[in-house]
């Protein structure tokens, strides 16, 4: 189920009144699956570490030290939730994955984490959407095309985002966002983000909202 139809065309910017989050909470870290609390609606973030995914929930919910950030891979190393009070009154759960493929983690553990993710994204009841981050800076990478595949093997609907698009100038963005699409297979180019300067946030809130509660 590559990346969903229902996303929006024009940017949030150009449609009137933005969604936004209006609070955020941090509401549990866990290290077994079974732990994740029954909540709201789910929406997941996965990536290779530093990928940027503590940053983009930070700025999705305007919020800078919600999730914890760092320049050292592999700080987030729990199923970290947060509940996101949309402007809407709905209220989306956002999941901060442990990110796979940091050396400063040994491999016993590395696929400790990969199998807890996976067993979370199987089990869980109320996961509507799994968001795979890619660094707009790097090459082609494999473990997450694969993961890619794996989502769609087991019927997980997932989005892909391009993130940290301020370090890449805008002339190359296109580009980047067209190769992005063509390695994992989306029926449209991914969403450029980025969490410095907030662009695409906006579409980002609502494209999670979309999945999170889709209309009847
Ligand atoms: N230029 C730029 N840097 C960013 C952006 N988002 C995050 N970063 C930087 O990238 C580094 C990693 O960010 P995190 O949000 O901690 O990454 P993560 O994917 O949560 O990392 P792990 O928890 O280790 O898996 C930090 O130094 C951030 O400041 C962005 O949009 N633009
Ligand atoms: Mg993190």
Sequence with gaps: MPDRPGAP???ASQRGRTLRVNAAQFVAAVNKVGEVPHGPP?????????????S????MCNQNALAR???TPGRTQSVVLFDATLSSGQVLRLVDLPGFGHAEVSK??????AEMIQYYLLASQQLKLVVILQDCR?????DAIGFAGWLRDNHVAYTVVATKSDAVPATRRGAVCQRLQTEFRLKQPPLAVSARDRSG??????RVRNAAFPKP
Excluded: Q
């Excluded at 973030?45 to 940027?52: E, K, L, T």
């Excluded at 983009?56 to 700025?59: F, G, T």
């Excluded at 790097?138 to 494999?142: I, N």
């Design 42 to 54: 789910e929406v997941a973030f996965c990536g290779r570490s530093n990928v940027g995914k503590s």
């Design 138 to 142: 790097r090459d082609r990478d494999d």
């Design 69 to 71: 950030t760092s320049k």
């Design 56 to 59: 983009l929930i930070n700025a």
């Design 201 to 206: 946030i906006d579409d980002l809130v609502v």
């Design 108 to 113: 016993t553990m590395l696929a400790a984490f």
């Design 9 to 11: 065309s024009k940017p």
